[in-house]
């Protein structure tokens, strides 16, 4: 089978899993986005997927996404772009310039510089707060003991509106108490989104009320190992 067909292939069965789960938690398939993270992979690998009529995709890194996504942006202007890889203070210009949501805010100074540059420039993406379930310290995301002021801050000091909360749970652990937990943090905060849920545990976080999945290698396959993953 030639790769694009296997890109489709799996796109499609992707989907169909997220109808199934989201039809036996009594939930709309629609109110599932799924965002296609395709971080290490050429514009090629994501080209079928485009040609397939996707349109939500993820990346980890600025400035692999600004090598990639300009030229497939130009084509497409209807996708969206989200980022779910760590952001640095100095890329904040350059992230609000090309995505279209922001899932890792997790600190006030990076709020805050992220909040004015959305007010210099006019571009308005969605910013996720990232909450680190799992307390690990090398992970990105704000504890999940100071969530509530955080979200706080982030809408009264800095303006900023909050669309969801994210949350990547640690490896080495079941998932199901990290997504619920990240649901009672959105639900006392009056926070809507919930990005949760990868390749692994996609069904999981949608049986727990995810409303974006970001799915990567169930649909454009093992990554190549060479990249460094973590850092925007
Ligand atoms: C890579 C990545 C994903 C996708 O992971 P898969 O297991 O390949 O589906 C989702 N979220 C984040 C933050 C990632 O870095």
């Known amino acids: 089978m030639a790769p694009d067909t296997d890109i489709r292939d799996n796109l499609e069965k992707v989907k169909a ?40 995709f993820g990346e980890n890194r600025v400035q692999e996404a600004e090598a990639k996504w300009p030229a497939l942006k130009a084509d497409h202007p209807d996708l969206r772009l989200h980022l779910v890889g760590g952001l640095q203070r100095n890329k904040v210009k350059r992230a609000v310039a090309l995505f279209d949501a922001i899932e890792t805010i997790d600190n ?14 006019g571009r308005r993406p969605q910013c996720f707060v990232q909450v680190n379930t799992g307390d690990e310290p090398q992970k990105g995301g704000v504890a999940p003991a100071d969530a509530d002021a955080f979200i ?46 990868m390749s692994g545990d996609f069904e999981t976080a949608i049986r727990l009320g995810a409303t974006h999945v970001r799915v ?12 460094q993953e973590t850092e925007a």
């Open 108 to 121: 006030p100074r990076l709020a805050r510089a992220v909040a004015d540059e959305m007010a210099r420039s």
């Open 216 to 227: 990567g290698t169930a649909i454009f396959g093992e990554r190549p190992a060479v990249k």
């Open 152 to 197: 706080a801050a982030c809408r009264d000091d800095f303006g900023l509106a909050i669309a969801g909360l994210m949350c990547v749970p640690p490896l080495e652990d079941e998932p199901s108490p990290h997504f619920a937990l990240l649901r009672e943090i959105a639900k006392r905060n009056g926070v809507d989104g919930l990005s949760m849920g």
């Open 17 to 56: 899993r997220i109808a199934a789960a989201a039809a036996e938690a009594g939930r709309s398939a629609a109110a599932v986005t799924l965002v296609a993270v395709a971080k290490s992979h050429p514009a090629a690998v994501i080209r079928p997927a485009l040609q397939a009529g996707h349109r939500v």
